[in-house]
């Protein structure tokens, strides 16, 4: 075989191991969950629509309304009753409630306050739900032959109210690790339309005339299946399941349509652009993926207590009642704290899901999906035959020149290829909404660079280095006497005792090994090193770096790592670790809550039988602060050591404390949140947590009481606040013993 045929058939090989990795499932999700995330975060937030806005069910509101709850079903209806009359006096031109009505409310004439609203308003979509039914299922114990089916339905709302609102429609997002699309017509459910696509054609209603002006004009069979006109008695539901079968009947209609759109002089700019939303929306994919606009709470997000005081004089808020004039408004629960969305499970992980484990709630979801089809904006991924042929071709281009150039040429070429083509992938995302395939091309070029480096029996060895994980541990044992310093952070799970005896033990192991997958991801993303995993404990480590001689002349203009950044990695591991284990919890029952302790010290490395262990002071007592959170009912605490030279945290003070077998004090803190993204309740709690740690420390019980009385008005179960507002009390009748202000924990 010739050489150039050699060099021939490798660029094939690689241009077609792209393609079918692309074409697999994995291709897809590797796409999806780091392609696309890597896309969004490079844009970064944009502006969202004005024209759409969110209503939000919160905390803040609950307590202004001196309502108990936050959950959405235990809310009046009669405020709704007048949140809708606000909204209709305001001009919003379409309301949809994220609520589910399918039971009567508490009292009967709030139910019928309600409908008599949304009837008059004549506007109100409202979200119902869809049944799931598998034939598989029913017909288990069925011997006989069966014709397998899964079949979707909407469950019956409650008759008073849904046949008050203008219309109904289901809007279901998928179970999966994070959330990228929708769907604007469910085939399982015979096409129903989802709630974006009821609103978007219920906000074009003006423009009903001219659509079937041009559908006429194009095709008057088929705009005889229309009504003439959207009067009061139109289903809207109905419509849009005969427009859907128009179009799908008609692959070349939209095409047409869109020509002739351009060609009429009676719509204005803004107009055909709506027209051509609806023609891409009918004529389209039934699966869209989202045009996210940035962390939660990007879309205008107006609280309900103020929604509801829109037209008193004395609020105290920016918002006029003139602003909802034309806007589409959407009600539902979004919570601002992660603390409101453990109460209230309706948000989703996205990829701009913030670090402390805040994700965009359902309704936010609901309302970017219309408003991405009101723009027509959409991500749209790249065609199939598209990002086929640009796989094919970037593999086979890498495939050729990995034998032609040499291997550091090769790698240099690799790099620019791959830093061009991302920014071109950037351009077309950030200005057309186009995503084209990343992860694959870039993982095209480390296989090859290995596949060459195989090939040719070379080493990179010069280039990169030869120093490995058990090359450093050997260093330290051998050179510095197994002792070194750095963090050290230790896991514990909740009730896992409890859970171990009812559980069965294949299922608890499938379990524990899915946790300790998702465990290891964020210690090893922010450079850790996961030391031990017995039963449900796990310890892991970050190495403060000293002076190396093994280290490769070409990183040898780093400078020696400072202390602080093992503490600020071990920082990041821990809130990422407990925002992925947040994560893991949604998706398998039972769930496993999690404590996180952390210490910053010097410690002992040893090895035996091959397994290297850490042990010292410092691991024991990063335990006992890890234990300390069953007292405060926290999820991740640590000492000053580690918080010390940071302020890239939001942190909360709890004071001195006499760990189990310790005889000096710890200085506990807990850890909150990044500081850049913590929300504003956050903060609040936070500054005002230390005020009242302050008035306890001096002794001024009362006041100290004050202040933790304010966090419970808000944060009724916090822990900390719950902790020291009961020493207040047992205070108050007896004085502390010496020495104050530390206290004693005494149990392990």
């Not at 393609?19 to 392609?35: C, D, K, S």
């Not at 039934?286 to 606009?293: E, G, Q, S, V």
């Not at 484990?357 to 979801?365: D, H, T």
Request: charged content about 20%; glycine content about 6%.
């Amino acid at each position: 075989m010739t050489r150039w045929l050699k060099h021939f058939l490798l660029g094939i090989f690689i241009g077609l191991l792209g393609v079918i990795t692309y074409m697999t499932p994995a291709g897809l999700w590797l796409e999806e969950r780091f392609g696309l995330s890597a896309l969004f975060h490079l844009r970064g937030a944009i502006k969202a629509p004005a024209d759409v806005v969110v209503i939000a069910i919160d905390q803040p509101s609950a307590t202004q309304l001196n309502l108990s709850s936050i959950k959405p079903r235990l809310w009046p209806r009669n405020l709704h009753a007048r949140l809708i009359n606000q909204l209709a006096e305001a001009g919003a031109s379409a309301i949809i409630f994220d609520l589910i009505f399918d039971t009567p409310g508490d009292i009967p004439e709030h139910d019928e306050e309600l409908a008599n609203a949304i009837k008059a308003a004549g506007n109100i979509v409202l979200v119902e739900r869809l049944d799931y039914e598998d034939s598989a299922l029913l017909n288990q114990h069925d011997n006989a032959a069966q014709h397998h089916y899964i079949r979707e339905g909407a469950a019956q709302l409650l008759p008073l109210i849904a046949d008050a609102a203008k219309a109904r429609a289901p809007f279901t997002l998928p179970k999966a690790e994070r959330v990228h699309h929708y769907w604007t017509f469910k085939s399982n459910a015979g096409d129903i339309a989802t709630v974006p696509v009821v609103v978007l054609q219920l906000y074009a209603s003006a423009l009903y005339g001219d659509f079937v002006r041009l559908l006429n004009s194009a095709e008057p069979e088929l705009s005889a299946q229309l009504p003439a006109r959207i009067s009061e008695e139109t289903d809207i539901e109905d419509l849009t399941l005969t427009l859907r079968n128009i179009f799908v009947s008609s692959p070349l209609l939209a095409s047409r349509l869109k020509e002739d759109l351009d060609r009429d002089n009676l719509l204005n700019p803004e107009e055909k652009r709506v027209m051509r939303s609806l023609l891409d929306l009918y004529s389209g994919d039934p699966i869209r993926y989202l045009n996210f606009y940035g962390p939660p709470r990007s879309i205008t997000t107006i609280p309900y207590s103020q929604a509801l005081a829109l037209d008193d004089d004395n609020r105290d808020h920016p918002f006029e009642l003139e602003s909802l004039k034309g806007k589409v408004v959407f009600v539902g629960f979004s919570g601002a704290t992660q603390a409101e969305q453990d109460i209230v499970r309706d948000d989703y992980p996205t990829v701009f899901s913030n670090p402390d484990g805040l994700y965009i709630s359902g309704v936010e979801i609901t309302a970017t999906a219309f408003a991405n089809l009101l723009g027509n904006r959409p991500i749209r991924p790249l065609s199939a035959a598209g990002s086929l042929s640009i796989l094919f071709l970037f593999g086979f281009a890498i495939g050729m020149s990995a034998q032609f150039l040499s291997i550091r040429k090769t790698i240099a070429l690799s790099f620019l290829l791959v830093f061009i083509y991302a920014f071109i992938a950037y351009s077309f995302f950030k200005n057309a909404m186009i995503w084209l395939p990343l992860v694959i091309p870039v993982l095209l070029v480390f296989f090859t660079l290995m596949l060459a480096w195989a090939l040719r029996i070379l080493t990179l060895e010069g280039f990169i280095g030869t120093s490995g994980p058990d090359d450093e541990l050997d260093a330290i044992i051998e050179k510095h006497g197994g002792v070194f310093s750095g963090a050290c952070l230790t896991t514990d799970i909740a009730g896992y005792t409890t859970l171990s005896e009812t559980m069965n033990p294949s299922a608890l192991e499938k379990l524990m090994t899915d946790y300790r997958a998702a465990l290891r991801n964020p210690i090893a993303q922010h450079h850790g090193r996961v030391m031990d995993t017995t039963g449900d404990a796990s310890l892991s480590i970050w190495i403060k770096k000293t002076g190396n001689p093994r280290v490769p002349k070409l990183l040898g203009w780093i400078k020696k790592t400072p202390s602080s950044v093992e503490k600020l990695r071990a920082c990041k591991a821990a809130l990422d670790l407990n925002a992925a284990i947040t994560r893991f919890n949604k998706l398998h029952d039972p769930s496993l809550p999690t404590r996180i302790g952390l210490h910053f010290g010097d410690m002992s490395l040893n090895k035996s039988d091959g397994t290297y262990r850490a042990t010292g002071d410092v691991v024991n007592t990063a335990n006992r602060i890890q234990n300390a959170n069953k007292i405060f009912k926290t999820r991740i605490l640590l000492s000053s050591d580690v918080i010390e030279e940071l302020d890239d945290f939001l942190i909360r003070p709890l004071g001195s404390f006499v760990l189990p077998g310790r005889i000096k004090p710890v200085e506990l803190f807990e850890l909150v949140a990044y500081q850049q993204s913590a929300s504003k309740q956050q903060l609040w709690l936070c500054e005002t947590f230390a005020q009242a740690l302050n008035t306890y420390q001096l002794m001024k019980w009362h006041e100290a009481s004050d202040y933790l009385h304010d966090i419970l008005s808000v944060f009724p179960s916090d822990g900390p606040t719950h902790y020291f507002l009961s020493l207040c009390a047992k205070y108050q009748n007896k004085p502390p013993a010496p020495p104050w202000p530390i206290l004693t924990i005494d149990s392990k």
